[in-house]
C-alpha cells in the first residue's frame, strides 16, 4: 500500500439521472490498493448504476470517475484497460469452451502469443481450471462460471477488481473458496469493489457503504458501524414456546418486530422504549400460560440491525 | 502497446469467435446451407409461368369435321391435355373442382356463326392467361391453315439471353439476391441480439473493446456468410441446373459486396429496435417480405403503378437483382451497370450510417 490518498478508484460526486428519475446521487466513491471495499443495498438502491458507471459502461450524468489515475468518463478505453469486471450473471460465451473464452478474454486486452499462453495457463491454475478447459463453458456447474467469471477479468492483471454480486447462487462452500481468493488478490495490492446483499459476506469487507435511493446513507468499517448504538433496542428470546410468544409480541405496544432467527427470537422495540417494560410481559405471559423461558437478554448487534436503524432514520 | 495495433489484435480474436460460433452451431450450419438449396429445388423444378400439359376441357357440340380438326391441331401443339365432355354443366364442374383449366366449347351451330367459346379459372389470373391466349392462338392458326390462308403478316420473334423463354435462368440467379437477403439480415439482427439477451455484449464493453470493432467482426462474419451462399448457389445453378454464366464474377462479387452493405446495416437497424432474438426475426420478416415483392423478382416492376415504382428506387434487391441477371444471362461489360451499383452503394452507405448512429 502506497499511501492513503492515492485510490485506485475515486469517484467524486457522482450522479446518474435517467429523465426524473436520480438513480445515483452525488455518491463518493474511493477503494485504495489492496481494500476490499463493499457497496450495499437493496434492489434499486443504486448500486448496479453505480458499479456500472465505474466500469465505464454507462457514463454518469454529473460528477468525476478516476480508476487506477486514469480518467474514465474522457478516457474510458484506457481506463477499462487496468479493471477486471465480474457480472452477476455468466456472461462469458456458453458456446465457447473455457479455453477459447479465455484466449479471447486475454486478445481482447492485447495479449498475443507466448504471453497469452503463460496468463491463460496461470489463471486456470489459480481458478483450477485447468482440468476444465476443454468443457462448453455453458455446461460448466454456476461455481465454476463464476470462477471462469473471474479468470477472464484477472488475465490482464488488472490493478483494480469490480465484483457485481459475484456470489449469487453460488452453494457455501464455494462461496467461501470465492472469498478466499478475494482476500488473496487484495493482499497482492489489487483495489477490489464488490456490490453483494448478504450481510455475512459484507462482514468479510474492509470497508462498506450502504445504499438507499441513489445516495450513500452509511460507510465505515465493519466493526465501527456494529458499534454505533441502536436507537430501537433488540431483546434475543430463547424459549422452546416462542412460536406462542411470537404471537403473542406482535400485540405488545412496545413491540416495533418480532423476527424469527434461529430458534430464537429477536423482538425490537420502538425507539425510547425501556427493555424492563418488555422483560416484564414476557415474565407476565410466561406464568400466566405456563410457557418456559430459557434465555433472554438484549441482543449482540448485527449488521442488519445496524443497516435497518440507518434506513429507517433516514425515511423519517 | 501500439493503439492500432491492439485494435487488429482485438478484431482478430473478436472475428476468431465469431466464425467458431457460426461454425459450431449446427443450427447456423442449417441455416446457412439447407434454406438456399431448398429454395434453389423450389424455384429450379416447381416454379414456373409456362403452360405445359394444360388440362382442359373440351364440349364439343357442333362435332362437325371443322371441329374435329381443330381440337386435333391443339392437341398437337402439345401444350394441352384435352379431355372430352358431354355438356357445359359436367365442364364446370370440372373446373370448379380444379380438375381441369379452361373449357373449349364448339356450339350446335358452329358451321353458321364461326364462334369458338374460351372459359377460363380466373382463379388464377396469370395461368388463365396464359391459357387463354395461348389456346386462342392455336386455333387461330389451325383455322387459317385448314382454309389454305396466309396470316396476314409474318411475325418472327426471338429472345436473347434466353431462346426458349424458359422461366428457370431467370429465377434461379434471383435465388441468390434473395437467400443474400434473408440470410446476413436476420444473421446480423440475431446474433447481435442474443449478444444483448445473454449480458455478453456488455460484459465485452467492459474491455477496452471498442463498439465499433464488434459490429465489424460480427458483420464480417456474416458477411462471409453472404458470400459463401453467393458461390454456393451459383455452382449449383450453372452446374445443376445448366444456367448459363456469360459475365464476369468479379461483377457479381462486387455487387453482392455493395449489396451486403446494406443488408448488413438493416440488420443492424433491427437489432437496435430488438430485446428479443424472437422479435428481431418478426421484424426481420416485415421488412424483407416487401423488399422482395417490390424488386422484380418474380413480378416485373414495370407492371407496378407509378407511385410504387418510384419507392423500388429505394430497394437495393432491385439493382442486385438487375445485376446478378445480366452476370448469368446477358454478360454485358461491368460498366453498363454503373448506376446500378452506385445506387446500390449510395443506399449501402446511407443504411451502415442509419444504423451505426442508432447504436451509439
Redesign the interface.
Given at each position: 500500500m502506497k499511501t492513503d490518498t492515492a485510490p485506485l478508484i475515486r469517484a467524486e460526486d457522482l450522479s446518474r439521472r435517467f429523465g426524473e428519475f436520480t438513480a445515483v446521487d452525488r455518491i463518493q466513491v474511493a477503494v485504495h490498493p489492496g481494500e476490499v471495499f463493499g457497496l450495499l443495498g437493496a434492489n434499486g438502491a443504486g448500486k448496479t448504476t453505480a458499479i456500472r458507471m465505474l466500469c465505464g459502461m454507462l457514463p454518469p450524468t454529473d460528477g468525476r470517475i478516476e480508476v487506477a489515475g486514469v480518467d474514465m468518463v474522457r478516457h474510458a478505453r484506457r481506463a477499462r484497460g487496468q479493471i477486471g469486471y465480474v457480472a452477476q450473471r455468466f456472461s462469458l460465451y456458453g458456446d465457447l469452451t473455457v479455453l477459447e473464452n479465455l484466449k479471447l478474454q486475454a486478445g481482447l486486452y492485447g495479449l498475443t502469443g507466448v504471453r497469452r499462453r503463460d496468463r491463460v495457463d496461470a489463471t486456470l491454475h489459480l481458478l483450477n481450471l485447468t482440468d476444465r478447459q476443454a468443457v462448453m463453458a455453458g455446461t460448466l456447474p454456476l461455481g465454476y462460471q463464476q470462477r471462469l467469471g473471474l479468470a477472464a477479468a484477472l488475465l490482464h492483471e488488472p490493478q483494480v477488481l469490480f465484483l457485481d454480486e459475484p456470489t449469487s447462487g453460488v452453494d457455501p462452500m464455494a462461496r467461501q473458496r470465492f472469498w478466499e481468493l478475494i482476500y488473496t488478490l487484495a493482499d497482492s495490492g489489487i483495489g477490489i469493489l464488490v456490490t453483494t446483499h448478504y450481510m455475512d459476506e459484507a462482514l468479510f469487507c474492509d470497508r462498506l457503504a450502504l445504499m438507499q435511493a441513489g445516495r450513500i446513507v452509511a460507510e465505515g468499517e465493519p466493526e465501527t458501524l456494529l458499534r454505533r448504538p441502536l436507537p430501537t433496542p433488540i431483546l434475543e428470546l430463547d424459549s422452546p414456546d416462542a412460536v406462542i410468544f411470537e404471537r403473542l409480541a406482535q400485540d405488545w405496544p412496545e413491540v416495533r418486530e418480532v423476527i424469527p432467527h434461529a430458534g430464537q427470537l429477536r423482538i425490537r422495540l420502538h425507539a425510547g422504549t425501556d427493555p424492563a417494560a418488555l422483560r416484564a410481559r414476557i415474565d407476565q405471559a410466561a406464568t400466566a400460560r405456563r410457557l418456559t423461558v430459557t434465555a433472554l437478554h438484549p441482543a449482540t448487534p448485527e449488521l442488519e440491525d445496524a443497516f435497518v436503524a440507518v434506513l429507517e432514520e433516514n425515511d423519517g | 502497446?501500439n493503439p492500432m495495433?491492439?485494435s487488429l489484435?482485438?478484431l482478430?480474436?473478436?472475428l476468431?469467435?465469431e466464425f467458431?460460433?457460426l461454425l459450431?452451431?449446427p443450427r447456423m450450419r442449417f441455416f446457412m446451407i439447407i434454406p438456399p438449396l431448398f429454395q434453389l429445388m423450389a424455384f429450379g423444378y416447381a416454379a414456373s409461368f409456362d403452360v405445359h400439359h394444360a388440362e382442359i376441357a373440351v364440349v364439343d357440340q357442333a362435332q362437325t369435321a371443322t371441329t374435329r380438326e381443330l381440337l386435333a391441331a391443339v392437341a398437337a401443339t402439345g401444350s394441352f391435355t384435352l379431355h372430352y365432355l358431354p355438356d357445359v354443366a359436367t365442364a364446370s364442374v370440372s373446373i370448379d373442382r380444379g380438375q381441369v383449366r379452361a373449357l373449349l366449347r364448339f356450339a350446335p351451330d358452329f358451321e353458321t356463326k364461326h364462334t369458338a367459346q374460351i372459359i377460363a379459372d380466373g382463379s388464377d389470373s396469370n395461368s388463365a392467361q396464359m391459357i387463354t391466349g395461348q389456346l386462342s392462338q392455336a386455333l387461330q392458326h389451325s383455322a387459317q391453315t385448314s382454309a389454305g390462308l396466309d396470316p396476314p403478316i409474318q411475325v418472327e420473334e426471338r429472345a436473347w439471353f434466353n431462346d426458349n423463354l424458359d422461366d428457370r435462368p431467370y429465377f434461379v440467379p434471383g435465388i441468390i439476391a434473395t437467400i443474400v437477403l434473408i440470410t446476413t439480415v436476420i444473421l446480423t439482427a440475431m446474433t447481435i441480439v442474443r449478444e444483448r439477451e445473454?449480458?455478453?455484449l456488455?460484459?465485452?464493453?467492459?474491455?477496452?473493446?471498442?463498439r465499433l470493432e464488434f459490429l465489424v467482426a460480427k458483420m464480417a462474419a456474416v458477411a462471409s456468410v453472404g458470400l459463401f451462399d453467393v458461390l454456393l448457389i451459383s455452382v449449383i445453378a450453372v452446374m445443376w441446373f445448366d444456367v448459363p454464366f456469360r459475365g464476369n464474377i468479379v461483377g457479381l462479387l462486387a455487387g453482392s459486396g455493395l449489396f451486403l452493405m446494406s443488408t448488413l446495416g438493416i440488420g443492424l437497424l433491427i437489432s437496435s429496435y430488438s430485446d428479443t432474438q424472437q422479435q428481431a426475426q418478426l421484424l426481420a420478416f416485415f421488412v424483407i417480405q416487401p423488399m422482395v415483392v417490390l424488386s422484380g423478382f418474380a413480378f416485373p416492376i414495370q407492371n407496378m403503378p407509378e407511385g410504387v415504382q418510384w419507392l423500388t428506387w429505394l430497394n437495393p434487391l432491385r439493382y442486385y437483382l438487375l445485376i446478378i441477371r445480366d452476370v448469368f444471362l446477358k454478360g454485358s461489360p461491368v460498366g453498363t451497370h454503373g448506376f446500378e451499383y452506385g445506387m446500390m452503394a449510395a443506399l449501402g452507405i446511407a443504411t451502415l450510417l442509419l444504423s451505426l448512429r442508432r447504436v451509439k
Open positions: - | 502497446m495495433r491492439a489484435i482485438r482478430r480474436v473478436l476468431g469467435k467458431l460460433q459450431r452451431d445473454f449480458g455478453t456488455e460484459r465485452l464493453l467492459v474491455t477496452p473493446v471498442a
